[in-house]
């Protein structure tokens, strides 16, 4: 069963990993799809043909979700392009500029800040006016266990996906008069790009630690985005969905 049939999602950071996993997902369940990349035009461009093969609409747009004014182009390009709607915006994008509060720059924090959690401010902000009007949105936040737990090297990381879930709880109360839910994907460990970059030891003590013993994939995350932007949770706004393979448990 096809449950984004005719919906239109625009994910932040779709070129590679988990955003990419969602797009691929999404778009096998029939939802029209924007996403944005960073610097991997060959890669986002593969992945908008890719879509396109599935029957569905597909566009990559090089946009930097850290920047406010950038978004707010973004989002007018991406309602030119999709007939004037958007049903689902997925907060994904992110990094990490991993070290101990030791050592760890002022440069490195803020960096850190800005693409993980301004970046969810600027993206929601700029698609706020198209689901008032429709009287209806799902928003997506991808937050992270660091998050909810913390991690000893990560404050920056930790701070900016801690936020935002204080940031999706209150848009959940603001927005929710108007049949707009907020929620958050907290992720675990989830083999991608971003996590091949840890020591192999750091790696096995995570994975160690995972009741399920094994990391989690992109379609992990995907599914559950599925779950969350479709009809079967209108009723489910405001929370965190911890997708972890019982990490936090
Ligand atoms: P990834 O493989 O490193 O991919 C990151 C994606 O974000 C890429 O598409 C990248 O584009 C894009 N991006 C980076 N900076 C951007 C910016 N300023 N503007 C727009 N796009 C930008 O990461 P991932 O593992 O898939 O993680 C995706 C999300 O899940 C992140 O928010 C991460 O914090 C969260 N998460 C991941 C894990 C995990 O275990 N992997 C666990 C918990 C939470 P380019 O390809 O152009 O660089």
């Given at each position: ?14 070129s ?9 997902v ?9 996403f ?24 990559a ?23 004037g ?13 991993d ?10 924090f ?10 969810v ?9 198209t ?20 991690n ?8 900016s ?9 209150s848009?959940?109360?603001?927005l ?16 991608t ?6 020591d ?16 989690g994939?992109?379609e992990?995350?995907a ?17 965190v ?6 990490m936090?448990?």
């Open positions: 069963m096809k449950l984004l049939e005719g919906k239109t999602a625009i994910i932040t950071g779709g590679r990993g988990i955003g990419r996993g969602i797009a691929q999404f778009a096998k369940h029939g939802a029209n799809v924007a944005t990349y960073s610097s991997s035009s060959a890669a986002a461009e593969e992945l908008a043909t890719e879509l396109q093969g599935l029957g569905v609409k597909a566009k747009y090089q946009s930097n979700a850290a920047d406010f004014q950038a978004s707010q182009d973004l989002v007018a390009e991406v309602l030119k392009d999709f007939d709607k958007i049903d689902i915006l997925i907060n994904n994008a992110g990094i990490t500029k070290n101990l509060l030791m050592r760890i720059s002022e440069e490195d803020d960096t850190v800040i800005e693409v993980n959690l301004k970046s401010f600027n993206m929601t902000k700029a698609v706020q006016r689901m008032l009007k429709q009287r209806q949105g799902s928003i997506i936040n991808m937050s992270s266990v660091v998050g909810v737990k913390g000893a090297g990560q404050t920056n990381y930790a701070a996906k801690a936020g935002i879930i204080g940031f999706s709880k848009v959940a109360l603001e929710g008069s108007r049949s707009i839910r907020c929620n958050v994907v907290a992720p675990g460990f989830i083999e790009e971003m996590t091949a970059k840890l192999e030891k750091v790696v096995e003590g995570w994975r160690a630690g995972i009741p399920l013993k094994r990391g994939s992109p992990d995350i599914n559950a985005c599925v779950y969350l932007g479709s009809e079967l949770s209108t009723y489910v706004t405001g929370q969905l911890n997708v972890d393979g019982g936090l448990t």
